[in-house]
């Protein structure tokens, strides 16, 4: 339970700006090596638009700054989408200790 009240409150800090994510706070090992891929490939290309700078005007270079754009799209999307499940399990929570409550208060009144 304390660990949750942990998690609870690292996730409020995220959702409300107070605590930014970095590459090391993602939490599962899928998440990490899609990541870990995601930067090695795009060090590599790099690394070839240094190597043959000839090459440069060719639009690659345009293609790899829209890949980009599109990769940090789908990976706000991605945490977008991580909140609205953690807001919306928060709020499934607070119906259902409500409706308890009712219960257990209309048991005691009967």
Do not use: C, W
């Not at 993602?26 to 638009?49: A, D, I, S, T, Y």
């Not at 240094?50 to 700054?65: H, I, L, M, Y």
Request: charged residues 50%; positive net charge; glycine residues 4%.
């Amino acid at each position: 339970v304390e660990h949750r009240a942990l998690i609870q409150t690292e996730l409020n800090e995220v959702t409300s700006g107070m605590r930014k994510l970095g590459e090391k706070d993602f939490l599962g090992p899928k998440e990490r090596r899609r990541m870990l891929k995601v930067k090695e490939k795009e060090e590599q290309e790099e690394e070839e638009q240094q190597q043959n700078p000839d090459n440069a005007d060719d639009g690659k270079a345009v293609t790899t700054k829209k890949e980009k754009k599109r990769k940090l799209k789908d990976s706000n999307q991605y945490f977008d989408r991580k909140v609205r499940q953690a807001n919306a399990q928060k709020k499934r929570k607070r119906r259902d200790t409500r409706r308890l409550r009712k219960e257990a208060k209309n048991e005691g009144d009967a």
